[in-house]
């Protein structure tokens, strides 16, 4: 028996809007699972019924094997981390942390040990006695995360904690999170737009979209093995680009160039016949240049972007476009036309209608 599972869970508010839509998912003790999707996608209401701040309108939450869904926040012994720091600000860091125990009525002397070793974990040793205050952004996030582990509870709840810090705190928190699981090894549920965030923290993603979830898995199998187009579009900076087409003799049009979709649809090629499908490929997958076993194709360079260690160059044939990620020594000149190809194997084709990927 895993150690939380939703089965079939749905939030229906009393105006008739339905957030969440028959939620499946079974996670593993010490599992670090992140729900990742665009806002109004129905992450952060999953979420909060998971700690009981949002009634299960159907369906069935178990922990242990235990039906959940009566449970109030206390007894479900789960502690959460709001984007909002939620910090009492006349309160030193020590007291911050030390604030659940303190309420339990838990000894001085353990409260001040558990307090040091939390603070040792998060590197706010010399911080103790400030106020909130006198902290940095990054500094003040892992006071509240210290404030939920000191708890010693058995799963972790994380509501987009790093948006409100800038880009270089984002990354330096990210990789103490991640310590932070290692060294805890609590079960831990994140929630998260950010779909780096998701890929560098996870052990399995789940992908939502309108309150539905799109595909469940680890994040390599997201990245290389995505359901849907949304997931492809989704996973992956620069996005995954996308060919509309309708299949005429076994290809379709990119610009002025005649895309084989024959050979990868194999034995389905007849049946996709005069149908739209979706041809994807991701940007760094690209070479310039002719190769062997590859689909080539021609573009003009519309703009192109430096970014130091690859170059991003954004490309129209006719009225497509997509974006090449490039070695930054090759960078190509704007408006020139330049050939490159797409390896078979770096090919994605998905159905035109239901847009799931075509196997």
Do not use: W
């Not at 939390?118 to 940095?136: E, N, V």
């Not at 689909?295 to 360079?301: D, F, R």
């Not at 090449?324 to 998905?350: E, G, R």
């Amino acid at each position: 028996m895993s150690y939380l599972t939703l089965k079939n869970i749905n939030k229906i508010y009393p105006n008739g809007y339905h957030a969440v839509h028959n939620f499946n998912l079974s996670i593993e003790k010490g599992e670090f699972i992140v729900f990742v999707g665009p806002s109004g996608c129905g992450k952060s209401t999953t979420l909060r019924m998971i700690a009981g701040l949002e009634d299960i309108s159907n369906g069935e939450f178990l922990m242990n094997g235990k039906r959940a869904n009566e449970l109030g926040p206390r007894e479900r012994e789960v502690a959460m981390v709001f984007q909002s720091y939620a910090l009492y600000p006349q309160m030193t860091v020590f007291d911050n942390i030390a604030f659940g125990l303190t309420l339990q009525g838990v000894d001085e002397e353990v409260i001040e040990e558990k307090v040091k070793n939390t603070a040792r974990i998060l590197g706010l040793t010399d911080y103790l006695d400030r106020l909130p205050r006198a902290l940095s952004g990054g500094q003040r996030q892992r006071v509240a995360i210290g404030r939920a582990i000191i708890r010693k509870v058995g799963v972790f709840l994380m509501d987009e904690p790093l948006s409100n810090l800038d880009a270089k705190q984002r990354v330096t928190m990210r990789s103490e999170i991640a310590q932070i699981h290692r060294e805890t090894g609590a079960t831990t549920i994140y929630v998260t737009h950010d779909q780096t965030e998701a890929m560098t923290l996870a052990d399995r993603i789940v992908v939502m979209k309108d309150g539905y979830v799109q595909q469940i898995g680890t994040p390599y199998e997201l990245y290389y093995q995505p359901a849907n187009v949304f997931v492809a579009g989704f996973i992956g900076e620069p996005p995954m680009n996308f060919v509309r087409g309708t299949v005429k003799g076994g290809g379709i049009s990119f610009g002025k160039n005649a895309i084989d979709v024959a050979k990868k649809l194999g034995g389905k090629a007849k049946q996709y016949e005069g149908r739209e499908i979706v041809f994807g490929f991701r940007p760094e997958a690209v070479v310039l240049g002719k190769q062997d076993k590859a689909c080539q194709l021609e573009a003009v360079v519309e703009l192109t972007e430096m970014l130091g260690d690859n170059a991003n160059v954004y490309i129209t044939a006719g009225e497509d476009k997509a974006i090449l990620k490039v070695d930054p020594h090759d960078i190509p000149a704007l408006d020139s036309t330049i050939a490159f190809s797409i390896p078979d194997s770096d090919v994605y084709l998905f159905d035109g209608e239901s847009e799931t990927v075509i196997r």
